[in-house]
């Protein structure tokens, strides 16, 4: 029973925030509001038994996304960028009626379908042994449905393309755009010096342990890109400049890695297909090499296009 | 036992298609671009959290694994898709000095001034 109210009353704070974010006024809240809604989403997936999303959305869904759209409006803001929105109150609520009618409508069909057939987790729980991890959802994610997580770690890279793409030619190769002006003795500057240490030692657990428990290459590299974050926030480090050769080799080692296993599995029968006796070593090598790669994309992608030092100041 | 699980699938389904509503409103009812970002990742984890409930449906199998590592990929792509229209729109604004599309302007015809 107390679950039953714990649950309905997650759903509807998850809804209320989630109204919160998206139609306040002003830009500022509705950020903050989109982080708490991301936590919360969270607390729901570990109400799901998802442990695994869990981790995956409060890292990176509100975690990562939040740091991104507070650095946007901080953006915008000093570029002075108006606010102000259009639309008559009228068109609001009609908007809201229409929108209201189209959840109810997903909402019946939700309820009216029959759940049908067993899933596919009892296929995945049969062929476990011999995929050389524990975790069933590591399992799908680099043996089964390899192509998936191959196809998404390159996805990454291709955005990170298209980032440093939009920056102005006379910005590339610079460093990625983060400049920062934290005070020495400020808080950011000591949190950039306290929290790196813990931090290192969660995100590198979160991936090792990604083989048998929740975790895994995703969530363990978005805590270490947030380590990574704070210290050149903190002015403690620069971010590398985006032309360096060892930056990139590092940006591809992860796909480059996953492919050559991928291509070594196709001359044994099958495109990205694991031999059973070498398929947890395997797996290893790959989340190792991916989550170096996903730690320097993602801290990249938040960093922004790459800037040089003699262009003005965000082109203001 | 069972029956609880399903309910708790049923609610957080419900949840999803709620939050798949409230993210459409915000998506329509805001010129903003960050807005609509805002809007359209809402509408993404309501999309996840309606597909996770589904999968958790036949509880006597257990949380079914495959949903979940395609919820996984499908977060990490949208914080992808996220990044790069964070970039295009800080480059549109520093060029427009607006954050919204030229055709939303109130009484700008589309291929005005830039």
């Known amino acids: 029973m107390m679950a039953v109210v714990f649950d309905v009353l997650l759903c509807a704070l998850i809804l209320v925030v989630a109204l919160a974010a998206v139609s306040g006024r002003a830009l500022f809240p509705a950020v903050v509001f989109f982080i708490v809604y991301g936590l919360l989403v969270a607390i729901a997936w570990v109400r799901l038994d998802a442990v695994d999303v869990a981790l995956a959305e409060a890292a990176i869904g509100a975690g990562l996304t939040g740091i991104l759209l507070v650095g946007a409006t901080a953006r915008l803001r000093r570029m002075e960028v108006p606010e102000a929105e259009t639309g008559t109150s009228a068109a609001r609520i009609a908007t809201g009626i229409g929108c209201a009618m189209f959840a109810a409508m997903i909402g019946l069909g939700l309820l009216s379908l029959e759940p049908r057939g067993t899933g596919l987790a009892p296929v995945v729980a049969e062929n476990l042994a011999g995929a050389g991890v524990a975790n069933p959802v590591t399992a799908v994610l680099l043996n089964f449905r390899a192509y998936d997580t191959l196809l998404e770690s390159i996805v990454l890279l291709v955005a990170l393309v298209g980032v440093w793409s939009l920056a102005e030619d006379r910005h590339w190769g610079g460093h990625p755009g983060l400049r920062q002006h934290a005070r020495t003795d400020g808080v950011l500057a000591a949190f950039g010096r306290i929290l790196p240490p813990v931090g290192l030692m969660i995100g590198v657990y979160i991936v090792w342990t990604g083989s048998k428990q929740p975790g895994g290459a995703f969530q363990g590299g978005t805590v270490l890109a947030a380590v990574w974050l704070l210290v050149v926030m903190a002015g403690l480090v620069e971010a590398p400049r985006s032309d360096g050769r060892l930056l990139r080799i590092g940006l591809v080692a992860g796909p480059a890695i996953f492919l050559a296993v991928g291509f070594a599995g196709a001359l044994g029968g099958t495109f990205l297909g694991l031999p059973a006796a070498h398929a947890g070593n395997l797996i290893l090598l790959i989340e190792t090499a991916l989550a170096l790669s996903i730690v320097l994309t993602l801290g990249l992608l938040v960093a922004g296009p790459p800037q040089r030092k003699a262009g003005t100041e965000d082109g203001a | ?114």
């Open chain 2, 1 to 114: 036992m069972i029956e609880l699980l399903a309910t708790r699938a049923a609610l957080f389904g419900l949840c999803g298609a709620a939050l798949i509503g409230i993210g459409i409103y915000g998506f329509v009812a805001h010129a903003h671009l960050l807005r609509r970002l805002v809007a359209f990742n809402v509408i993404g984890s309501g999309i996840f959290l309606l597909f996770g409930a589904t999968g958790l449906r036949r509880v006597a199998f257990g949380a079914d694994p495959v949903p979940q590592a395609l919820i996984i990929t499908g977060i990490v792509v949208a914080f992808s898709a996220t990044a790069l229209a964070v970039a295009m729109i800080t480059r549109l604004a520093m060029l427009s000095g607006e954050a919204r599309l030229p055709e939303e302007r109130p009484g700008g015809a589309p291929g005005g001034e830039r």
